[in-house]
């Protein structure tokens, strides 16, 4: 099955896209790239996460091209059953070497299991692997900023240290978005000057740019912002 969605990839390529992703995603070479558009790829990823075959290309790691990696994860994005997506999920980690693929991964079942996920996110978030610790971070963003929320879930990106752009990045994400949706327990982290310096004036920028945030928290936080 693995050959039939790679010639089903080749079918749907589009090489000035694959232009366009290959300078989103330096760390990608350009001959890993078909050039599928995200669409497409999710609509395959319905498609065949239908059939039990495509357990067999799950399996099938690593894959060639970046367009299968993509679509590897939309397919454990689709599955149903929390334990089955989390062996899943922990086999493919490794294997994950760019942001687009890692932050397209979004597993509709964690919203079911948060007291479990916690317990993983936690593990991932203090990976040396880079995008094993993305993930981890995202995925503390996306499940435990609003009703499940905690003020010590904010203690776990800020404990971070890291020369890594792209966990750097997230961290300031992180908690750009925590400013807009937990500003009071979040804004602490800021005024005390709890992440690096990169991290923190990468926060600022990010929250500053946000619609969420207010006029007056955005003035308050370019007074915030740390001199190189």
């Known amino acids: 099955m693995g050959i039939d969605i790679q010639k089903k990839l080749f079918l749907l390529k589009d090489p000035k896209y694959a232009d366009f992703q290959a300078r989103l995603t330096p760390g990608v070479s350009r001959d ?4 599928v558009r995200i669409p497409a790829l999710r609509k395959l990823a319905k498609k065949y996460y239908k059939d039990p075959e495509h357990i067999q290309f799950l399996n099938q790691l690593p894959h060639p091209y970046y367009d299968e990696d993509l679509l590897h994860g939309l397919l454990i994005s689709e599955e149903r059953d929390y334990e089955i997506c989390m062996q899943q999920m922990e086999a493919f ?3 994950i070497d760019n942001w687009a693929v890692c932050d397209s991964i979004s597993p509709k079942v964690f919203a079911k299991h948060k007291a479990e996920l916690i317990v993983k996110i936690r593990a991932w978030i203090v990976s040396p692997h880079t995008y094993a610790c993305r993930f981890g971070i995202g995925m503390l963003m996306k499940h435990f900023l609003d009703e499940d929320f905690k003020p010590v879930y904010l203690e776990l990106p800020a404990a971070v240290r890291s020369s890594e752009y792209y966990v750097n990045m997230m961290i300031a994400w992180f908690y750009a978005t925590a400013l807009a949706k937990q500003w009071d327990e979040t804004i602490s982290y800021l005024e005390t ?3 690096d310096l990169w991290t923190h004036n990468k926060t600022i920028q990010k929250a500053i740019e946000s619609y969420r945030i207010t006029a007056e928290q955005k003035n308050y936080l370019r007074s915030l912002k740390r001199k190189v």
């Not at 890993?32 to 050039?35: F, H």
């Open 32 to 35: 890993r790239i078909i050039g």
């Open 93 to 95: 980690l490794p294997y």
């Open 193 to 195: 000057d709890r992440l």
